[in-house]
C-alpha cells in the first residue's frame, strides 16, 4: 500500500522530533553538573523519543499489516503515552517551580488519581469502543472522542495555573510553561478537525523547543547571578572575621607574651598568621573543602581566644569522623559566635564541645556551649548579628545542601547541629 500524504507528514514530524530530542539529551548527558529539574526533563525528553519512535514504528507497519486488532491496541497504547507524556511534563514543571510540600502532595495524589483514571478509560475502550474502534483495518473515532484527551486538558489547565500564580516565576518561565500548555490544547482541537496529521506531535516539538530554550537561557541567568551572589557572601563574611578589634587583641597578647614566654609567643604568632592565611584565602575559594581544614582553622581561633581568657574558655574536641566537606568558614565562625556571645558573657566562663559523628545518610556538626543561652524563638539570622548566621546557613544550603539548625534554653546554654548529606564524603 503506498504512503499517503498524512503518513509522509507524520513519519516526518517523528524524525525530526527524535533528532532535536536526542541532540537536548546528549547536551544534558555531557554537562559536568546537573540541575535536580534536569533529571526529570532528561526522563520527559527520553520518554518523547520512545513515544515518537513508537508512532514512527507503527505508521511503517501500517502500510502493511492493518488487523483491527493491531490499529486497536496500537491506538490504545498512544493514547496512553499521550497522558503519561503530559504526567512527566507536570513532574518537570512543580520540581521547576519548587513547589511548597504540602500543597506539592497534594497535586501529585490528585494528579495520580485522575492519570490512573484515564488510563483505566482507555483500556475500557478496547472492550466498548466509547472513544474509538476499528473497521476494515480503519481507526474510527467516536463522538466521545474527545473526552479521552481529557486529563491532558486537564492537566495542562492546572499547570497554566500554577505558572500565572506563581510568584517566584518572572515573565520569560512563564512565558515558556504558558506556551507549552496553550500549544498542545490548540493542536488537539485543531488534530479533531484535520483528522490523520500528526499536528499534535507538530506542537509538542515546537513547545519543547521554546520550553528548554526559554527556561536555559533563565537557568544560565540565575547561576550567574548565584555565583555573584556566593561571590558578594564569601567577602562579606571574610570581612566581617577580620575584626580590627580582634587584630588588635590577638597581637597585643602575643606582644605582651614575647618577653615571658618566646616560645609560646612564636606559636601564637603562628597560629595567628595560619588564622588570617585561612579568612584571606576563603575570599578566592569557590568549593568545598575537607573538614580537616575547618577543624584546624577553629583550633587557631580558639588558641588565639584561649591565649587571651585564659581558663575561661575550655574546649572539648569529640570528632568521630572528618573525610567529609564543608564550605570554608562556615563552621569557624559558628564556633567564634559560641565563645563570644555564649561562654564569654559568663563571668566564669564556660565549656565548648564541638562533636563529629555519621549516620547513614549524613555526616553532623555539632556544636554545643554551656553558655548564656537564649529563647530559640528569639533567633535573629540577620546579616549582622550572630556573625552572619543568615550567610552561614544560605552558603551551607548552596554549596553543599547542609542543613542548619539551632537550639537554645535561656541560662543553660546553645547547641548548633550542621547536616551535611552523604554524596558529600570524601
Request: with cysteine; proline share 2%.
Amino acid at each position: 500500500m503506498p504512503m499517503g500524504k498524512n503518513t509522509v507528514f507524520n513519519m516526518t514530524v517523528c524524525l525530526m522530533g527524535i533528532l532535536i530530542l536526542t541532540i537536548h539529551v546528549v547536551n544534558i548527558l555531557t554537562k559536568q553538573e546537573k540541575r535536580k529539574d534536569e533529571w526529570v526533563f532528561l526522563n520527559f525528553f527520553l520518554f518523547t523519543i520512545f513515544h515518537f519512535a513508537t508512532y514512527l514504528t507503527f505508521s511503517l507497519v501500517k502500510t502493511h499489516y492493518t488487523s483491527n486488532a493491531f490499529i486497536i491496541a496500537f491506538y490504545t497504547v498512544f493514547y496512553m503515552m499521550n497522558n503519561a507524556e503530559v504526567f512527566l511534563f507536570y513532574l518537570y514543571s512543580r520540581e521547576y517551580m519548587g513547589l511548597e510540600p504540602k500543597r506539592k502532595r497534594l497535586l501529585d495524589h490528585l494528579n495520580l488519581t485522575l492519570f490512573a483514571a484515564f488510563l483505566l478509560a482507555d483500556l475500557v475502550n478496547v472492550f466498548t469502543g466509547i472513544f474509538f474502534t476499528a473497521e476494515g483495518g480503519l481507526y474510527l473515532r467516536s463522538k466521545t472522542m474527545i473526552l479521552s484527551q481529557g486529563y491532558q486538558f486537564i492537566m495542562f489547565i492546572s499547570v497554566f495555573i500554577l505558572t500565572v500564580t506563581h510568584s517566584k516565576l518572572n515573565l520569560r518561565e512563564k512565558t515558556a510553561f504558558g506556551l507549552y500548555c496553550a500549544l498542545p490544547v490548540v493542536a488537539i482541537i485543531l488534530q479533531n478537525v484535520f483528522k490523520g496529521y500528526a499536528i499534535a506531535y507538530a506542537s509538542i516539538i515546537i513547545a519543547i523547543e521554546m520550553l528548554f530554550l526559554f527556561l536555559s537561557v533563565q537557568k544560565n541567568i540565575n547561576l550567574a547571578l548565584e555565583k555573584e551572589k556566593n561571590k558578594d557572601a564569601q567577602i562579606k563574611l571574610m570581612l566581617s572575621q577580620i575584626r580590627p578589634h580582634f587584630v588588635y587583641n590577638s597581637l597585643s597578647a602575643i606582644s605582651t607574651l614575647i618577653p615571658l614566654d618566646p616560645e609560646r609567643a612564636q606559636k601564637a604568632l603562628d597560629d595567628f598568621t595560619e588564622y588570617l592565611r585561612s579568612n584571606l584565602s576563603s575570599l578566592t575559594a569557590v568549593r568545598c573543602i575537607s573538614f580537616e581544614d575547618e577543624l584546624k582553622h577553629i583550633k587557631t581561633y580558639v588558641a588565639l581566644e584561649t591565649l587571651r581568657f585564659q581558663s575561661r574558655i575550655k574546649v572539648v574536641y569529640d570528632v568521630q569522623v572528618t573525610d567529609f566537606f564543608v564550605p570554608p568558614l562556615t563552621i569557624q565562625p559558628i564556633v567564634e559566635n559560641a565563645i563570644k556571645h555564649g561562654i564569654l558573657q559568663k563571668i566564669e566562663g564556660g565549656t565548648l564541645c564541638i562533636k563529629t559523628r555519621e549516620t547513614e545518610s549524613a555526616f553532623i556538626v555539632e556544636i554545643a556551649d554551656d553558655g548564656v543561652g537564649f529563647r530559640t524563638e528569639e533567633i535573629n539570622f540577620d546579616e549582622n548579628k550572630h556573625f552572619g548566621l543568615k550567610n552561614i546557613q544560605y552558603r551551607l544550603a548552596k554549596m553543599c545542601h547542609a542543613e542548619l539548625s539551632v537550639m537554645s534554653e535561656k541560662g543553660k546554654g546553645t547547641t548548633v547541629t550542621v547536616t551535611f548529606p552523604k554524596e558529600n564524603k570524601a
